[in-house]
Each structure stands twice: as structure tokens, then as C-alpha cells.
């Protein structure tokens, strides 16, 4: 029952991401785009784009955690938990998607320079783009730290990297009228290339999720300390992770099996391991004797 209430804690909170994230985003979007529009900054259109695909991230994060929370089913007997890696990896290739094209319109900007008109309404929507972005990447790192979740990690990070480009926008806005080059194409690739850096940070990440990936050196460290509280380390075989979700790993740990007369008597000490594993690390564990002709 427990297990459960924190499932739906975990559901309500990337609901809350998400749902945030799609309203902020799709004000953004609208008013960058009609700046963009009135100044002709191909740099404002390209931020503008971006926030159309944060919107887009925005529905995959409400999907994924919806997903995520369904019960087991026959099917699928260890949950829906790998659904948020899936929709982090679909993210992760519209973030890439926005790059390639503001880059191909900033290199069209830097071959035709087209005229940018700076006007306040331009530099009052930049401002409250910045402002909004850092709210926004505020808003989901407080939420984060509710269920550490990966997905919200890159959410956040995302926000902070559009509110840097937004700051690097506004900068080269005040300087076209002082420059003979073209900034707006230039300051383009610039964000062509943030966004392109983000979007394979993501790539990669989720790549090594979906792929699955071993404990990490902490954590495998940590379940060692517990391990060796009952256990001499040499008894310990082997420590195999198995990543089903967030919510959902299982450690198979296999010991070498001891003396016949001490099998029951250590045995007892499977469930206190079980459930400090459980506890400190949110694992759940299962802990085998080696059969004797799998020694070395």
C-alpha cells in the first residue's frame, strides 16, 4: 500500500511539470512569435521555436509519468516505470530537430541579412521571457526534489539553457544597431548550437537508460556496506541491477553458499538486508546462496 501512494505522488508531480511547463511555454511561444514577427529576428523566431518544442516536451513528460504509474500488468509484471525514459529519448530528438532547423534559418539570415527592427515591445518580451524561463526551471527543480526523477532533471536543465539564450538574444538585440555584421544570423548559430548540445546530452542519457546500465559505483558501494554488515566480502558473488523505472530496480545479489549446518541460521539475515537496501536506497532486493558447481 505504500509502494502504491508513492506511485501516485510521483504521478502527480510530473503532471504538475508538465501541465506548468505547457501553459508557460505556449504564452512564450505566442508572444516571441509576434515579436519575431514585428522585429524580422530570425534569432526571437528561433528562441520562439524552441518553446514550441519545450510545449511539445511539456505533453511527453504528462504522457510518460501517466504512463509510468499504471499497475503491472501479466504483460509487463515489473510496471510501466522504462515510459519515462522512452518519452525522455522522444524528447530528446525534437530537442535535436529544433536545433538542425534554427540553424538552417540562421545561415539563411548570415547569406541574406534580412532588417531587424529593435523596439522596446522586442527587448519587454525578451525580458519576461528570461524571467519567466528561471521561474519556470525554479518551479521544476522544487518539484524534483520530491522524486529525483531524471526526466525533471533534464526539464529543468533545459529551462536554465533557454533562459541563457534568451539573456544571449536580448544582448546581441541591443547591439545590431551598432554593428556592421550580421548579429541576429550569428547570435542564430549560437542558439543553434546550445540547443544542439542539449538535445544530445539527452540523447545520450536516455540512450544509457533504455539500453540499462549497472549500478552505479555509490550505489553499488552502498549495497556492499550492507551486504558486508552480515555478510565477509568475499562471500559476495556477484551484485547484478536491473533498472525497470525510477520506481522499479531489483538487485540480485548471489553469495557463495556457506556450511550446510549455517545455511538456515544466515538465511535469517536475507530479510534485514532486504530491507535496508529497500530503505536507503528504494531497491528492492533478492538474495540467492551460489549453487556449489558455479564456485571458483
Given at each position: 500500500m505504500k509502494e502504491k501512494s508513492y506511485t501516485v505522488s510521483r504521478d502527480v508531480v510530473g503532471k504538475q511539470s508538465g501541465i506548468a511547463g505547457l501553459l508557460g511555454n505556449l504564452i512564450l511561444v505566442i508572444i516571441k512569435g509576434i515579436a519575431g514577427l514585428l522585429s524580422g529576428s530570425v534569432a526571437i523566431t528561433a528562441d520562439a521555436l524552441n518553446n514550441l518544442t519545450d510545449c511539445a516536451s511539456s505533453l511527453l513528460t504528462l504522457l510518460g509519468f501517466s504512463l509510468a504509474a499504471k499497475d503491472k500488468d501479466t504483460k509487463h509484471p515489473y510496471g510501466h516505470g522504462r515510459m519515462e525514459y522512452i518519452c525522455g529519448f522522444v524528447i530528446s530528438i525534437l530537442i535535436l530537430f529544433t536545433g538542425i532547423s534554427v540553424g538552417i534559418d540562421a545561415c539563411k539570415q548570415l547569406l541574406n541579412p534580412r532588417h531587424v527592427?529593435?523596439?522596446?515591445?522586442?527587448?519587454?518580451v525578451l525580458c519576461i521571457s528570461i524571467l519567466g524561463k528561471i521561474c519556470m526551471a525554479w518551479y521544476v527543480r522544487h518539484l524534483n526534489q520530491k522524486v529525483s526523477s531524471p526526466t525533471l532533471k533534464a526539464v529543468w536543465e533545459d529551462n536554465l539553457s533557454d533562459a541563457l539564450v534568451t539573456a544571449v538574444t536580448f544582448i546581441g538585440i541591443l547591439a545590431v544597431p551598432y554593428v556592421q555584421i550580421s548579429a541576429d544570423g550569428i547570435l542564430g548559430i549560437l542558439v543553434c548550437i546550445v540547443i544542439l548540445k542539449s538535445g544530445f546530452t539527452s540523447f545520450s542519457e536516455n540512450m544509457v537508460l533504455l539500453l540499462g546500465e549497472g549500478a552505479d559505483?555509490?550505489?553499488k558501494e552502498e549495497i556492499m556496506r550492507i551486504v558486508t554488515a552480515y555478510f565477509p566480502a568475499k562471500s559476495v558473488?556477484?551484485?547484478?541491477?536491473?533498472?525497470?523505472?525510477?520506481?522499479?530496480?531489483?538487485?540480485?545479489i548471489q553469495l557463495a553458499s556457506p556450511p550446510e549446518d549455517e545455511t538456515d541460521h544466515l538465511s535469517r539475515n536475507f530479510s534485514c538486508i532486504k530491507t535496508e537496501i529497500k530503505q536507503k536506497l528504494q531497491i528492492d532486493a533478492t538474495i540467492y546462496w551460489a549453487l556449489p558447481e558455479t564456485l571458483n
Open positions: 527592427t529593435v523596439t522596446g515591445l522586442t527587448l519587454a559505483p555509490a550505489t558473488k556477484e551484485i547484478s541491477l536491473h533498472d525497470y523505472g525510477p520506481e522499479n530496480k531489483l538487485v540480485f
